[in-house]
């Protein structure tokens, strides 16, 4: 029998993705790590407030309430923790010299997809539906956007992912633009946030500046 795994392309990624794995893996698993923290909080104290609750409309503790936090049966900041751990792992493999498969980096393409589409169905819930701002949330969503973006262009200009040849012109310009994509992406949501709670906004200012 032939050995295909020796014949098969492996692929070694950028130093600068492998950054980005590590640091936007980082600020996710943080994140991830700080709302467990505080669903624990909250079991064991459940009518104290938690740190990140600042008013009303942005209060950890109030999503946590909600069905939208454990979509799976239990707390969604688990799956962050499993979850973010790969591209900090990955990240660290690839400094070091590791090379992978590309059915490997197809794997991390279709994970972050699945974290990015979750991400914006989160933001969705947590803005129209819930009517409440989770801040150690919202840096998870900034932390998953970038390794989306910045994963699956770069598997895309590597051939790992293929694409329509005709999109071959824009697909480049956008991966020397990941940077853009990501940002385009956290500031639409921003803005959207900022608009649906825009008559709320002086009432927090005054809160957090005492005037």
Known sequence: MTDTSSTEPTFAPPKKLAIIWIVFGLIGLIAAFALVIEKLHVLENPGDALSCDLNVFISCKSVMASWQSHILGFPNPII????FTIPIAVGFATLAGARMHEWFYR?????????????????????????????YCMVAWFGTIPLFWHTLLWAINQDIIEAPISWTNFLDAAYKRSWLLSAITEVL???????????????????????
């Open 80 to 83: 962050g923790l499993m979850g």
């Open 107 to 135: 794997a991390m393409v279709a994970g972050f997809g699945m974290a990015f589409v979750f991400v914006l169905w989160l933001s969705t819930q947590s803005i129209f539906v819930i009517n409440v701002l989770c801040p």
């Open 189 to 211: 949501i921003a803005v959207v946030i900022a608009i649906h709670f825009w008559d709320s906004w002086p009432n927090t200012f005054r809160a957090l500046f005492h005037f």
